[in-house]
């Protein structure tokens, strides 16, 4: 069975790709074209502008990569970042829940880490911030309505009047939940602004990250196999009243009956820096000086405790559980490089960049305590030769305190083959010799208590890609020691002993002519099951786009397939906001199909999307995370508008 789930979704896929191979790139027909109508004010307005947008490099910038925004249909109705085709997540249920990805990587950046919350799709960071190059003004706006119980929000706002630049990004999501105790209610936005002298002296960036969430807690099902075998059970049973409690969903029993959490996340970053010229115009560097805020704080709550979850341990509280995380850094850098923080990548067939400077990052934790002071040095080169290898290199080590000795370094060349084509093939090599997320090594909490030392990990990434346009191909091997991660009974342990990680991915963006489809397939395998990861993990979106009325109608059929083999996910554990190892539950074998349609007036679309239509048709085992089941059977509404003026 699994087999044959397998071998269908790579037909559907793959039987494909071979004819569109030539067809990487959407016409400049479809896209390229510039059409005007007129707007309330009487005015000639565009339906379409070039807008180009890049991740706001942050403290240790590199020169950007802008890429224009996609104003096809194709993407309409994938605004909830999880159902995108790119993100292969497990995940607790409902949006903006926790999830990790199913496709294994690792990163992390020098100095302090308390801990890493599992919402990276949805928790803004300032490397996830988007900076938008806009020739006047670019506002976009969407909504969708989950019948019956979500509503998502999306609003991004770019201006740019002379010198100054201005980007707002707002989303909301809210879904009351299908089961007891199961809800969220999420909010994130982030502000841009930068300015920059006539004379490009003097120019100076200022960003904002608000990231709140409130969930209800439930802990997941209290039985799997109850809800998961539903089809047997109602197949055997004959007592209408037994049939009918299996079937609805809220009798379904629960790990929690009244927990919740409450995270807020803080992130400014005050970024300025001065072109060194002398009176000739003569270009001798920049000096920038960043200074960043970061706060945390979450909360825990629950009462009647459940013993089967908490297996017995309580140190507070035998009746109640409200625990606390609550820490705050500030961060100052001063750093000299030979290009601008904003600066784009060149067309230059020969440059050498560098940039170097001191890290200095105070931090103050009030639950788990901690106080101190952490200093980091740094350099980075970006170099083009011969106008076909790019190369890339970076290293940072901390001096004192908890990050005493933290080493990062990356390395990583391009040849490029086709620049116009977007074909290349490249090389890089990551390494990391660093210090545990201090959650892992001291914590309080009422069923948690820990003060613990650990080795440094050291984990070594070794990489390899193909591109052509917008297809990929990567080959990754990891190499780990001392993994830090959660038992079955939610306290860490380091694994002393190297785990090796094989990784295949590939990514295929098919567009033949109003046929678009999108492929991403993982093959993965770990030397150790202490790092969970799936045989094969698989996403396919695909649409057939046509016109009506005079060409003023566009109408686009679509739909996407998820599958991934069975293997034993990682657990969640609400209370410490982490993922945990566990091998008693076994999830995946499951096909899901969603399908849409989206119409397209102009600059507004419309959509309709109905989600897992195949449950209960091949099973009830729609679980990602094991204990918390996906969506069944779902429907939205949605709406998009782009303004340009």
């Known amino acids: 069975m699994v087999f044959r789930r397998l071998l269908i979704f790579l037909f559907l896929t793959l039987i494909v790709l071979w004819t569109g191979k030539g067809y990487a790139q ?20 565009p339906n379409f502008m070039p807008v180009f947008k ?90 969708d309505y989950g019948i019956t119980k979500e509503n998502n929000v999306w609003a991004t706002h ?69 809800f998961a075998d539903r089809q047997s059970i109602f197949t055997t049973l004959r007592n209408g009243d037994e049939v009918s409690v299996t079937n609805n969903l809220n009798s379904f029993g629960v790990m929690f009956g009244n927990a919740t959490s409450l995270i807020n996340t803080h992130d400014a970053l005050l970024q300025q820096y001065v072109n060194i010229k002398d009176k000739k115009g003569h270009y001798f560097g920049t000096i920038t000086h960043s200074f960043q805020f970061k706060k945390l704080k979450s909360n825990y709550f629950d009462c009647n405790l459940n013993n089967d979850f908490y297996l017995d341990r309580y140190y507070l509280n035998t009746d109640t559980t409200n625990d606390t995380l609550n820490y705050y850094s500030l961060i100052n850098t001063l750093q000299w490089s030979n290009y601008e923080p904003l600066q784009k990548q060149s067309d230059a067939k020969y440059f050498f960049r560098i940039a170097g400077g001191i890290r200095h990052e105070y931090v103050h934790a009030k639950m788990p305590f901690y106080v101190g002071n952490n200093f980091s040095l740094f350099a980075r080169t970006n170099i083009r030769l011969f106008s076909v290898w790019d190369i890339y290199g970076s290293i940072a080590y901390s ?31 990551d390494f990391y010799r660093v210090s545990a997320d201090y959650l892992y090594s001291y914590y309080i909490g009422n069923n948690n208590m820990w003060y613990l030392s650990w080795p440094k990990e050291n984990n070594l990434k070794l990489s390899a890609f193909w591109t052509i346009f917008d297809y990929k191909v990567s080959f990754n091997y990891f190499m780990m020691k001392n993994h830090l991660y959660l038992d079955s009974d939610f306290q860490p342990q380091s694994c002393e002993r190297a785990i090796n990680i094989v990784q295949l991915n590939l ?77 008693r539950v076994k999830v995946g074998n499951y096909l899901y199909f969603d399908a849409n349609i989206t119409f397209q007036v102009d600059r507004i679309a419309f959509f309709v999307r109905a989600g897992n239509l195949l449950e209960g048709l091949i099973s ?26």
């Not at 109705?77 to 496709?103: F, K």
């Not at 993982?522 to 060409?551: E, M, W």
């Open 26 to 45: 959407t016409s400049e027909e479809e896209h390229g074209r510039h059409e005007h109508t007129i707007d309330s004010a009487m005015a000639i307005s």
């Open 54 to 143: 890049a991740k706001l490099p942050g403290t240790f910038f590199n020169p950007m990569v802008y890429k224009p925004i996609d104003t096809s249909m194709f993407y309409t109705s994938e605004y909830d970042p999880m159902i995108r085709t790119e993100n292969l997540y497990q995940s607790i249920g409902i949006c903006a829940q926790a999830h990790q990805n199913m496709v294994f990587d690792y990163e992390h950046e020098i100095g302090f880490s308390m801990l890493r919350l599992p919402y990276p799709l949805y928790f803004k960071q300032q490397k996830d911030v988007d900076y938008y190059d806009v020739q006047t003004s670019y506002t976009n706006i969407a909504y």
């Open 158 to 226: 770019a201006q740019k009047i002379k010198q100054f630049e201005f980007k707002f990004d707002l989303h909301g999501y809210r879904n009351s939940g299908y089961f007891v105790r199961q809800a969220t209610n999420m909010f994130n936005m982030d502000v841009v602004a930068h300015y920059e002298t006539p004379k490009d002296i003097y120019g100076v960036t200022v960003s904002y990250v608000l990231n709140h969430g409130q969930f209800a807690e439930n802990g997941g099902l209290s039985d799997y196999h109850l």
């Open 399 to 429: 001096f004192n305190n908890y990050n005493r000795n933290d080493a990062i370094a990356n390395a990583a060349a391009t040849f490029a083959i086709s620049r116009k084509m977007k074909h290349y093939i490249g090389l890089g090599a």
């Open 507 to 583: 990514f295929a963006p098919v567009r033949v002519k109003n046929f678009y489809m999108d492929v991403n397939m993982s093959l993965q395998h770990s030397t150790d099951p202490i790092i969970a990861v799936p045989l094969f993990a698989g996403k396919l979106y695909a649409a057939y786009c046509f016109r009506i009325f005079r060409n003023r109608l566009r109408i686009q059929v679509g739909g996407d397939l998820m599958y991934n083999t069975l293997y034993h996910a990682d657990g969640y554990n609400p209370i410490l906001h982490q993922f945990y190892h566990q091998d």
């Open 620 to 645: 009830y085992k729609y679980f990602t995370t094991p204990y918390y089941p996906m969506q069944g059977r779902n429907f939205a509404l949605g709406i998009t508008w782009r303004f340009y003026d």
